[in-house]
């Protein structure tokens, strides 16, 4: 039994630099199995980024909560 593979969504980081070898405009997002993934498309440059490490990031960076009455 052949099972289809499923077709991931990507795009294109408007004004992004590779980190690994500084190409402008090469980077794409995409979630992969349920994880926010960049790579870029002219290099082997991949991070992925699993929820609870946006979490520990948000949880640092936050400045208040807006609480609208």
């Not at 199995?33 to 991070?47: A, F, K, L, S």
Request: net charge positive; glycine share 6%; proline share 3%.
């Amino acid at each position: 039994m052949t099972i289809a593979a499923k077709k991931v969504k990507k795009r294109f980081v408007a004004g992004a630099k590779c980190p690994k070898c500084k190409a402008k405009e090469s980077i794409v997002l995409f979630k992969e199995n349920g994880i926010e993934t960049v790579e870029c498309v002219d290099c082997d440059y991949r991070e992925q980024q699993t929820e609870e490490k946006i979490t520990k990031k948000a949880t640092g960076a936050m400045i208040g909560v807006f609480k609208p009455e």
